[in-house]
């Protein structure tokens, strides 16, 4: 439940400490007081969006910060899961810079607006009279029905699946459509595959056959240098090798006589060693080489061949036309899988189906179990409010295939008259008639659900005299196993209170402010006394204020 409120710099209040009880609290004053921005300014704590329109003073920031007694909610997962410290105190604490800048904080760990907002969801329910037009929406109509039908974890295994059902069958849309394009596309992609297949492409032999092709185009030129130079090293008398012989024999002669040149002569005879080696080769190379045109021409026809494949799909070297081969044989084997890919998620959509079907009928067979005591109870709950010929109906219709929530298409019905058939809600109810089906719709719902704190914010709009005396017995009876706080322009309501906060204005020549007191026994009767008889209590009205509050105690 909420225990203390603090507010600063926030629209009209400057500074606020205020202390909260169990059981039912009113909070009155006059239109314009302020009585709403108190609400506003929690929500902030619990994680509403803001801007700079709430700094009272644009020059400083704006700090809420709302204290929860926690200790009955089994929230130590919530906390864990989220990495924060957990203690039966929980503090949730918002502040908005003038530049704008927010920032929120549970338990002075600091965290993003989604994570204060989730926890400040299990915590409290704020109800303002405009939230009574959402009564009227099919969404919030079947939200409150699985409520009640305790169906909350099927239905959140309904979703996933649903998600699912529907991801697959995107997936399915999807490789349909590939797999027609693909079918279009293969048949050139494979020519041109093949074609690039059968041109046997190869880094390693097309460098080879350019420098081949060098060879043969200059296979004259070569056969010349190489008999020049084997010429030049055995032919004649006075070749290389020749020479080295005669110039070792006469470095032999003299050796004796010069220590020195002993290892210059076996220099020598390692060079004419290297010399006969290289003779040798070039020899070999010489007759080897035989200029062959055939094989030139058979060359220039590959790499003829290759150099029109580059052209032919504009590219610059063989290593992309080779990388384009690849890309044309991942492609048709992608084509070649889709009927394996369309048949696995065939089998995964008949799965799906069949368990989205299943849960559906599940949530179906759940609510429609639940439907006739929610009927019943809220038809009473309405007639205790003063509407003694109120019927309230609720229609269940199958959809012809499940949707996001179900199959399930659902309508609130109502009528305030006797002998008139129950129609839809959000057209037939008044604003008055709306609030009480909300307040039933809230009391209903507050059995059910384990939010320890909520908040009507002028839910009593539309309604008077009696009804709203009813209509806070229902409010009072509600806080015997919850925290209900009231903000409401009714005596009626007030005098069933166990507390009661005044809200009320302070102006000067400058400067407007809001301010919030806590009120006792004698000042609670002057209070709801001035409600009754417009601002100035007569002895009447103070006498009838005891008397409502009197009936409360």
């Known amino acids: 439940m909420l225990t203390h409120l603090s507010v600063s710099n926030y629209a009209l209040i400057e500074s606020l400490e205020l202390d909260f009880n169990r059981g039912f ?25 803001a801007d700079l329109d709430v700094l009272l003073d644009k020059a400083q920031k704006c700090i809420v910060e709302a204290v929860f007694d926690i200790s009955a909610l ?4 919530w906390f864990l899961q989220n990495e924060l410290d957990f203690t039966e105190e ?4 918002r502040e908005i810079s003038p530049a704008g800048k927010s920032r929120a904080f549970i338990n002075d760990s600091q965290v993003n607006l989604a994570v204060m907002k989730e926890l400040g969801e299990q915590l409290i329910d704020i109800h303002s009279q405009h939230e009574s037009l959402h009564l009227g929406e099919a969404t919030f109509q ?4 699985d409520s009640l039908a305790g169906t909350h974890g099927r239905r959140q295994t309904y979703h996933k699946l649903f998600s699912e059902l529907q991801f697959t069958i995107a997936k399915l849309t999807k490789l349909h459509e590939q797999r027609q394009k693909s079918l279009a596309e293969r048949d050139f992609m494979k020519f041109q595959f093949d074609e690039l297949t059968q041109a046997k492409l190869s880094v390693e032999v097309y460098r080879e056959m350019e420098q081949r092709i060098d060879v043969l185009n200059h296979a004259e030129e070569i056969a010349q240098a190489l008999f020049a130079s084997d010429q030049l090293l055995t032919g004649a008398e006075s070749s290389v090798l020749v020479q080295v012989s005669e110039v070792m024999h006469e470095l032999r002669k003299i050796r004796f006589y010069m220590p020195q040149l002993e290892e210059l002569t076996q220099r020598l005879e390692s060079c004419q060693i290297e010399l006969k080696d290289i003779t040798a080769e070039i020899n070999h190379l010489e007759k080897s080489e035989n200029y062959d045109p055939l094989e030139l021409e058979r060359l220039n026809q590959r790499i003829g061949l290759i150099t029109h494949l580059m052209h032919k799909h504009r590219l610059n070297d ?6 384009l081969m690849h890309s044309f044989e991942e492609k048709l084997l992608e084509a070649d899988s889709f009927d394996e890919q369309i048949e696995r998620f065939e089998k995964q959509l008949t799965v799906l189906d069949k368990d989205v079907n299943r849960l559906a009928d599940e949530l179906s067979h759940a609510r429609t179990a639940v439907l006739p005591n929610v009927e019943q109870q809220i038809t009473q709950i309405l007639q205790s409010l003063g509407m003694l010929s109120a019927q309230f109906r ?3 219709e199958p959809l012809n295939k499940p949707g996001p929530d179900g199959k399930d298409k659902i309508r609130f019905l109502f009528t305030a008259n006797r002998g008139s058939q129950p129609d839809d809600i959000s057209r037939i109810a008044s604003g008055g008639e709306m609030s009480r089906l909300m307040l039933a719709v809230k009391s209903l719902l507050s059995e059910e659900r384990m939010l320890p704190t909520i908040i ?10 009696e009804v709203a005396a009813k209509v806070g017995r229902i409010m009072a009876s509600m806080a015997h196993n919850k925290q209900v706080i009231s903000i409401t322009h009714l005596p009626q309501i007030a005098g069933k209170a166990h507390f009661h906060l005044l809200v009320y204005k302070v102006e000067d020549q400058t400067t407007t402010r809001s301010f919030i007191s806590q009120l006792d026994k004698n000042k609670r009767v002057e209070e709801i006394a001035r409600m009754l008889s417009d601002e100035h209590p007569t002895d009447a009205s103070l006498r009838a204020a005891a008397e409502l509050m009197g009936q409360n105690e």
Not at 142 to 145: E, P, Q
């Open 25 to 49: 609290t009113a909070i009155t004053g006059e239109t314009g007081a302020g009585k709403s921005i108190l609400v506003g300014a929690l929500g902030l704590a619990l994680g509403n969006r």
């Open 74 to 77: 089994f929230l130590a997962d």
């Open 90 to 93: 929980c503090i949730m604490r």
């Open 142 to 145: 079947l939200r409150m029905i």
């Open 318 to 323: 063989i290593e992309s036309l080779i990388a």
């Open 394 to 396: 609720v229609q269940l």
């Open 456 to 465: 009507f914010d002028e839910i009593d709009s539309g309604i008077s005299g």
